[in-house]
């Protein structure tokens, strides 16, 4: 494997222009093939989870699921309703939706208690999930009804309006991101180069990978449905990583290029970095794809589109570092060494570079502490990151259902004033019990028993009484119970709690031969962060392995190994901690411009953990490659790492630029867990380049001196000139 990116770096070398027709031929035809079939999105059935999952399916065999539903509430302007002219306004109301070929059916209209609000139940054809996309013409028609009724306020709400608008809003949230993060991403890489051609090459590179693998992403939603947030991920590792592995190869060329000082070719330069930076991409790449596949393990369907997203862009951010990369730089170098001609025929010096090792005055005095006292930089900046996990140990977790959505979506404003009015739809719980045929009558007794007794309980709504309804086999019978707290509050996940640990085993759950289960908003939510925590243990234990496993691989040290699952639990732990800090809290609120849902979404922390233990083994592999490649130099182990890292500090650093801006960018959506993902990973990212890449490693490696290679360590030649040119075609090897 370690000669592999050398031999495709020659053959591109040597035949850019195919390489780089190839790279964009295989981009348009990704993105072809992927139009061509399409994305086969997830149904209500990938979600299901837990009893909430069962009580669904049960439902769902009889036909009595959960149905698409929108609410058209009827209301004055200012002072008492006219109640006929809401009457009328409904009317006309049911009669447009009944004409509509998305509506089943229409609902007679009911008042509120206080007979101000009237509202008209819509239910759309279709599984639930599809009504997001059929619920724009009845927006159109209720539109339509407030046009003619102008003294009255007609609007609509529910799940499929939520839904679009959350669509419409993450839409120009990405959008919003990428005005961001292109322009700072290209005026660091300008920054690092000095250069507009160099600093295009990363970012070039990254679009085109993103564009291949979203065409790829689509194929392989026929494997595994596409949830929906798949293309979020691709657009967010796919930025970072494509122009982290661009740049880490591109630094190194230009280190070669200036160490040569114009003896060796353009194609001879590049096959230099390929050696060492092109193996580093490799192994970091292949490190975030198998932390990253331990996701699957979690068997979420969300959790397994953000596997996919992740996995495809990282590849192929890789595939274009390895192939269309090279052969750019050929390009690029053979004009540079065309104009160096130039220069020489009409008489004039060439222009002479400085070789780009040096650390600079910041890192330098970030390494001084490591570099002087190792023992106790190593100690208090353990200690720090410690402190920073330390909330970590009070987090909670919450599965963000549609309460937590922006208020700056119209649907969620009309979602408030309907549960006002409405009080008793802010919940409902559904108990589904199914027998056979010839127990219907049993069945509905008990479950009428059950109602009866969530009527004497403080957390369920008192109305006109819960009713059971059966399916016409007779085999499955639903009965509803509506409670007038939200979804997130404590009274709501209390009044689920009542049902399955009281009521339900004390009627129908008695009933030998009935299966029995409960689902509803509150339920899907507690089942599914029940579901997550049962996985964790799981996907943590093969996450922490396999981490292990590929940074012995890499450097042929299990103390080395040790060490980057220890930093990156650290990182991790840190940036977690601070996520508890800032949004479990309420004091950050108008600061990051979101709602406290007092817990962090459950999905949060398991995405952070994975995503993060990947991302770090870039810095990993570039850092700990440059040090032992040192050793292999000649260097006693404390040079190696104080050459290693300082050679490294710009690029990681500049990397991380890359990396904290663009999911610091997350932090601007409207959407609070992708708030939370975008400051949990900037956060994470910062801290890791910084603190445990120019503070913590450094002390530790220098503490350990050789004992950190064991069982192989590098076999040191004699010392040799660190800036003698290596020969062409014979690329040292760096792991």
């Known amino acids: 494997m370690s000669q592999l990116p050398v031999r495709i770096a020659r053959w591109s070398a040597r035949h850019a222009w195919r390489a780089i027709a190839g790279w964009f031929a295989f981009v348009v035809l990704c993105l072809g093939i992927g139009i061509a079939v399409g994305s086969h999105e997830a149904t209500t059935e990938d979600y299901r989870v837990g009893e909430a999952g069962r009580a669904e399916a049960i439902a769902g065999s009889a036909g009595m699921q959960q149905q698409p539903t929108e609410q058209v509430i009827i209301h004055a302007r200012s002072g008492p309703l006219d109640t006929a002219a809401a009457a009328s306004a409904a009317q006309d109301l049911t009669e447009r939706m009944r004409k509509l070929p998305e509506v089943q059916g229409v609902a007679a209209p009911v008042s509120s208690k206080d007979g101000q609000v009237v509202r008209v139940p819509v239910v759309l054809n279709g599984p639930e999930l599809d009504g997001k996309k059929n619920v724009g013409p009845l927006l159109a028609q209720t539109a339509k009804v407030q046009d003619g009724h102008p003294n009255l306020v007609v609007e609509e709400t529910g799940s499929p309006s939520i839904s679009k608008g959350v ?78 592995y661009t740049l880490f190869y591109l630094k190194r060329e230009r ?128 200690l720090v990151m410690l402190a920073l996990a330390a909330p970590a140990l009070g987090l909670e977790l919450v599965d963000p259902g549609k309460d937590t959505f922006s208020r700056d979506i119209p649907a969620m ?25 010839d127990r219907a009558a049993e069945v509905q007794h008990a479950l009428t028993d059950l109602g009866r007794r969530s009527q004497a309980d403080p957390l369920f709504a008192r109305d006109a009484g819960p009713t059971v309804r059966t399916s016409p086999d007779g085999r499955v019978s639903v009965l509803e119970l509506a409670v007038p707290f ?141 040090i032992q490649e040192a050793m292999r130099n000649g260097m006693s182990a404390r040079e190696a790492v104080l050459d290693g890292i300082s050679r490294s500090a710009k690029v990681v650093t500049s990397a991380a630029i ?9 932090v601007a959506l409207h959407l609070t867990e992708m708030k939370q993902m975008g400051f949990c990973l900037a956060v994470a990212v910062l801290l890791d380049a910084v603190a445990i890449r120019l503070m913590v490693l450094p002390s530790l490696l220098l503490l350990l001196g050789e004992r950190a290679w064991w069982p192989l360590r590098p076999v040191r030649p004699a010392r040799r000139a ?5 020969r062409p075609g014979v690329p040292q090897d760096v792991g």
């Open 167 to 244: 669509n419409d809003q993450r839409g120009k949230d990405l959008a919003l991101s990428e005005r961001i993060t292109l322009p700072v991403t290209l005026i660091t890489l300008l920054i690092v180069f000095g250069s507009v051609v160099m600093a295009g090459v990363p970012l070039l590179l990254a679009l085109s990978s993103i564009t291949a693998a979203l065409g790829l992403s689509m194929v392989a939603s026929h494997l595994l449905p596409d949830p929906g947030v798949g293309t979020n991920m691709i657009l967010l590792i796919g930025l970072a990583v494509g122009v982290d």
């Open 255 to 382: 280190e070669e290029r200036s160490r040569a000082g114009g003896r060796l070719s353009s194609e001879a330069l590049v096959e230099l970095a390929a050696a060492t930076a092109g193996r580093a991409i490799v192994v970091s790449g292949l490190a975030v794809i198998v932390s990253t596949a331990t996701l699957y393990l979690a068997t979420d369907v969300i959790f397994s589109s953000l596997a996919t997203g992740t996995i495809l862009v990282v590849a192929v951010a890789v595939a274009s570092s390895l192939t269309a990369l090279p052969a750019l730089l050929v390009k690029i170098g053979r004009r540079t060494e065309l104009r160096a001609a130039r220069r020489a025929a009409r008489g004039k010096p060439a222009r002479t570079k400085r070789a780009e090792a040096e650390t600079g005055r910041v890192f330098d005095a970030l390494l001084t502490p490591a570099r002087r006292h190792p023992a106790l930089t190593l100690g208090v900046s353990t």
């Open 486 to 626: 939200p979804a997130p509050s404590a009274e709501a996940i209390a009044s689920l709690d009542h049902i399955r640990r009281d009521y339900l085993p004390a009627t129908a759950g008695r009933l030998p031969g009935v299966e029995t289960a409960v689902t509803g908003d509150v339920a899907r939510g507690r089942d599914y962060v029940d579901h997550e925590n049962g996985k964790l243990p799981l996907v943590m234990g093969f996450l922490l392995l396999a981490t292990l496993v590929m940074t012995v691989w890499a450097f042929r040290s299990v103390v080395i190994g040790l060490i980057g699952v220890a930093l990156n639990l650290l990182s991790a732990g840190a940036s977690l901690g601070l996520l508890v800090v800032f949004f479990q809290g309420t004091w950050a609120q108008d600061l990051l411009a979101f709602h406290s849902l007092g817990a962090i979404a459950s999905r949060v922390p398991l995405f952070l953990f994975v995503i993060l233990f990947g991302l770090s083994m870039d810095y990993q592999v570039f850092v700990v490659s440059r």
């Open 413 to 437: 404003q009309v979602h408030d004033r309907l549960n006002t009015a409405f009080p008793e739809l802010l919940v409902k719980h559904v108990v589904v019990a199914r027998s056979t045929p």
């Open 658 to 666: 890359v990396m904290v801006t663009v999911f610091g960018a997350f």
């Open 722 to 726: 660190h800036a003698a040119v290596p």
